[in-house]
């Protein structure tokens, strides 16, 4: 069964939101999992916006990076600089791809312009799993 991790900085926001799409488009065929550098805990609003997409993620919680999983993994897809910069080495056989998205924690503003900025990454990290689904079942 292939395997993809998201990682970010803290699997806080982008990478939980990211699994959550995955597990639902790409489905039970790939074992999906999202960690962290860092440990920053759920974010709220990312579980606020995924359950506008019908997608719960209120009971994930944010992990470190398992380096058994990492060096296990077909495919690992970092979602910032910080992961993509300090992501542990990996072995030659794991594909690496980089999606350089904004932190939505870093958001500023009133509280529904900070839910528009997650709700743009949300749509951009959507549109990235579909067209990654497109790209898998084509192989």
Same mark, same amino acid.
């Given at each position: 069964m292939p395997q993809i991790y998201f990682l970010c900085t803290g699997n806080s926001c982008r990478s939980q939101m990211a699994e959550g799409f995955a597990k639902q488009i790409l489905g039970e065929q790939w074992r999906i999992a999202s960690a962290g550098i860092e440990m920053h805990g759920l974010n709220p609003k990312a579980v606020q916006v995924m359950a506008e997409k019908n997608?719960?993620?209120?009971?994930?919680?944010?992990? @470190?990076?398992?380096?058994?999983?990492?060096?296990?993994?077909? @495919? *690992?897809?970092? @979602?910032?600089?910080?992961?993509?910069?300090?992501?542990? *080495?990996?072995?030659?056989? *794991?594909?690496?791809?980089?999606?350089?998205?904004?932190?939505?924690?870093?958001?500023?503003?009133?509280?529904?312009?900070? @839910?528009? *900025?997650?709700?743009?990454?949300?749509?951009?990290?959507?549109?990235?799993i579909l067209a990654l689904a497109q790209q898998v079942a084509t192989k």
């Open positions: 997608i719960d993620i209120a009971h994930n919680r944010s992990k @470190l990076i398992d380096m058994d999983y990492l060096k296990t993994s077909d @495919l *690992v897809i970092t @979602l910032c600089g910080d992961a993509r910069d300090r992501c542990p *080495v990996t072995p030659a056989n *794991v594909e690496k791809i980089h999606w350089p998205l904004r932190d939505p924690a870093q958001a500023q503003g009133t509280e529904s312009e900070i @839910l528009t *900025v997650f709700r743009q990454v949300r749509d951009e990290i959507e549109t990235r």
